[in-house]
């Protein structure tokens, strides 16, 4: 079963009670050094996501580099939507532990709710709110004691027309014991509930629905999931709606906004058809406003929301659509480990312990040179490897990094660089917006591959 994914939906424009508020950028890819919300940290890349998969498995498709730097680069939420009572645990469990173990904060996206989407193209969720919270608690159980942010049920509260008002208190307490059983089985949690978008319900109106499902025992709540809408049109709202919830002695919360597609034009619901979309702002926990906890690509880009594919799959016209265009990623936010080529493709993290890491090897910088540190990660067949270049005394414009690899070990995939072989001495250059590097400033590069990696030896010449 694959994920499903809410679907997007367009409402009037709504009329938000007034504030002073200072606009935050709406579609910027750089974020400056000013004061951010409650978060710090970098945010976990999905080592198997169907991106990641699909990049792995079509090199020579000519969407590939594309899709490859500027999306399957990039951190994105993991969704939970199969009700799998006996196994969330141990997916939970696998999912945060790699990203612990990558020092790293994961995005859990939880789509369980019953009655899911009000029966729209991502129906299904658990069969009762009795099954829901078995389901709740053994996710909770999964989640370690690190820090883990959590988008708990997109479009529960934002979409409420299919409930009668049993059924709407029902729900509201359900998203309550929810929100205090995450809390209660990880103290340092995140968890953000369902603030719709700026087009959809009023600040006030989405207020009491807030408070209604026990945002007071959350962290804050998330919006634009379920839309395109401007980074600054949501902060204003999220401003709007913070206002509304000190009113109601509610205090503390904080804003996280979806940007994973809010980078072209807004509109309607559906991507699925419309090449005026672009990826938003790059994931970040360094949004430069008190109020935003983090920029999060909570839906990821290329997946279908249902009008003209299944909704969760994953399309590469669609990835290549919303990328291709795009301004680059920062070279200061490299990616994390891609996953074992061995991995299948299914809509659940690996349950495996945790890859191990060889230490990184490190020739230190000389005169104007560069130097190169690589780090493995061994899996059941494979391997994924991160490559730190760093420039010497003085800034270099291009690189190329060298890499000797061990007996039967074969490269299989690539990215931010360019590479030329594929066993034995394979060579790797920058691309196009990550080849000058300043004095004594590093940027990143990595690559996937099969049979044995630890022992691979790296060096760099500058150029």
Known sequence: MAILSPRRRRSAAVSVAAVAVTA?????????????????????????SAVVRWVAANPGDSRAAVIRDKIASQPQARWFANFNPSTVQSEVSGFVGAANAAQQIPVLSVYEITNRDCGGASAGGAPDLNQYQTWVSNFARGLGNQTVLIILETDSLALQTCLSGAELN?????????TQTIKSANPNAKVYLDGGHSTWNSASDTANRLRAA???????????????NPTSSEANFGRAVISAL???????????????????????????????????????????????????????????????????????????????????????????????TTTPPTTTPPTATPPTTTPPTTTPPTGNGCSASVSLNQWAGGFTASVNVTAG????????????????????????????????????TNVSYNGRVGAGQTTNFGFQGTGTGPGATASCTAS
């Open 170 to 178: 029902a729900r509201n307490q359900a998203l309550t014991t929810a």
């Open 214 to 228: 026990g945002v007071q025992y959350a962290d804050g709540f998330f919006t634009n999931v379920s839309n395109f």
């Open 246 to 340: 000190n009113g109601m002695g509610i205090s503390g919360k904080r804003q996280v906004i979806d940007t994973s597609r809010n980078g072209g034009a807004s509109g309607d619901w559906c991507a699925d058809d419309n090449t005026d979309r672009r990826i938003g702002q790059y994931p970040t926990t360094n949004t430069g406003d008190s109020n935003i906890d983090a920029y999060l690509w909570v839906k990821p880009p290329g997946e279908a929301d249902g009008c003209r594919y299944a909704a969760g799959s994953f399309q590469p016209d669609l990835a290549y659509s919303l990328a291709n265009g795009a301004p680059n990623p920062p070279t200061t936010a490299p990616p994390t480990t891609t996953p074992p």
């Open 24 to 48: 935050a950028a709406g579609v910027a890819f750089a974020v400056g050094g000013a004061s951010a919300g409650t978060v710090s940290g970098t945010l976990y890349r999905d080592p198997s």
């Open 393 to 428: 005394s003085a800034a270099i414009n291009g690189w190329t990094v060298t890499i000797t690899l061990p007996g039967g070990a074969a490269i299989t995939g690539a990215w931010n660089a360019q590479a030329s072989g594929t066993s034995g001495t394979v060579r790797f």
